[in-house]
């Protein structure tokens, strides 16, 4: 209950400008004013869900643009190669997330908690939100 009266959006913008960004606040509530007026708000799930996405994306940005000889994701090798069709420029896109080939296939077991993901090139994330495994056979 006490929750419910602490100055959160005084935190959140104090925090913001301490760490040289704009309020969050200020921009989401400019954004409400560009729609129609509506009886429901954004989903609260989707803006926690971008946000961590966007992070993971920032954390890939470090990760990718200085490795980029280890083995990857399909959809790196391909949009991060210049010659390929799907390449796009680095400073186009401030965090680096799967922008071009979202296409996976799940696996598993009927009634099995765990849902393992393959993508195109063969790499089989066994676990959700966890690492990526690649396999080959040699003779």
């Known amino acids: 209950m006490w929750l419910k009266w602490l100055p959160w959006r005084f935190i959140v913008r104090r925090a913001a ?30 803006i926690r869900a971008g946000v961590i996405f966007h992070a993971r994306g920032l954390m890939n940005t470090g990760a990718i643009q200085h490795n980029l000889d280890w083995i990857w994701p399909f ?46 090139r063969g790499l089989v994330t066994p676990f959700f939100d966890g690492w990526s495994i690649y396999g080959w056979v040699v003779s």
């Open 17 to 46: 400008r301490t760490h040289g960004f704009i309020d969050p606040i200020a921009i989401i509530s400019h954004l409400r004013r560009f729609a129609q007026p509506s009886e429901v708000t954004e989903p609260i799930e989707l």
């Open 75 to 120: 959809w790196v090798k391909k949009q991060f190669n210049p010659l390929d069709a799907s390449f796009i420029p680095r400073s186009f896109s401030l965090t680096h997330i799967n922008l071009t080939h979202r296409n996976r296939t799940a696996v598993g077991i009927p009634d099995c908690k765990a849902m393992p993901i393959v993508d195109p």
